[in-house]
């Protein structure tokens, strides 16, 4: 491998990416009433791509009204207000140089009823997460299982919410397939046991993952990109596997492999991780069945780290470092000593604290 590959650019269908590093998608909860991020948050977007970032990821957007906001404050991109405001930061990102991707989602069962309109929580299999809402200190509901109805209603969330992405000029448009979020949940049997058509096999499982895929895809225009995040850990019980073991992970990555998509994005806690009880981390075991270009995230922190995670996969992207430190691209390329920020100070996400 070249030493230099961070640096160096990398095609994603017709769009070259200038480096190899990115923001990943990071939830922010700024929003009012309008369901737009407050400018500040905006404005931490625009000012990594100025600093260097060779794309950057919005976080992760809700769609449909109904039931799929998980967490106060999220944004949508559904009314011209909420299009317009994407716009501009959109046009600023290219400006500097860089890609802007979204990412959209639908919490499923970790989805918070009262603050979605319809008040409705539902999910693949009526099975609430074990722990506590962090954020109401109180059981999550007990989803309903999604009937045909609510997939329909879902998959067109997803379907708009890309018409307005699509609009805001966005180079890509990221489906959030990772994290226990309901994409996860229909791919995890931990989560999915449903007797129908969505649910047992690997290839049962993900099949709602490819309506939505495929019914995205249909709105993108040839000049964008469409990616997928996807994830063997999820942010609730979290001791479980999402995936059985190595041929389960691989059959999923075979079944996106063969769908309509320009990216994979791996998100792990560390991408050195070895996974699924074998010595080969998340990217090697990925980059076994698929020729896709390749993200991945997990405590990529300093050079050396973004380096060696090139080695296994096209494009890092950084969580918490890209959020603290706004010099971050420019301390990769002077190789300088960077820490590793903990949770807690990330923390500062979520706060009317402004970053740096
Ligand atoms: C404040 C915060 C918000 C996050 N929100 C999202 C999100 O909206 N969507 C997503 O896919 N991942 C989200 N993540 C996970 C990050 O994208 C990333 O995978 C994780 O932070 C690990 O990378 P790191 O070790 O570089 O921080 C979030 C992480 C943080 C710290």
Known sequence: MSKDKLFQPFQIKNHTLKNRIGVAPMTRMSGDETSIPRKDVLDFLVRRAENGAGLVYTEALVTDYESAQGYPGQARIATQPQIDAWKSVVRKIQDA??????????????????????????????????????????????????????????????????????????????????????????????????????????????????????????????????????????????????????EEWQECIHLLDEEPIDAISVSTYNFKTPAFGTDKNMAQLTREVTKLPLLICGKIFDRQTADAALEDADIALSGKSMLLNPDFVEDLRLGKELKVYSSEAANIAYTQEPLP
């Open 97 to 246: 140089g860089s890609k802007a991707i979204i990412q959209l989602f639908h919490c499923g069962r970790m989805a918070w009823p009262e603050i979605n309109p319809a008040k409705r929580s539902i999910a693949p299999s009526a099975i609430a997460p074990k722990q506590d809402n962090p954020l109401t200190q109180s059981p999550y509901p007990l989803p309903e299982a999604m009937s045909q109805f609510d997939i329909n209603h879902v998959i067109n969330g997803f379907v708009q919410s890309v018409k307005g992405a699509v609009e805001a000029g966005f180079d890509g448009i990221e489906i959030h397939g990772a994290h226990g979020y309901l994409i996860s949940q229909f791919l995890s049997s931990y989560s999915n046991q449903r007797t129908d058509g969505y649910g047992g096999s690997v290839a049962n499982r993900f099949r709602f993952a490819r309506e939505v895929i495929r019914a995205v895809k249909e709105n993108i225009p040839d000049d964008r990109m469409l990616l997928f995040r996807i994830s063997n850990w999820a942010i609730a019980d979290m001791e479980v596997s999402l995936f059985a073991d190595r």
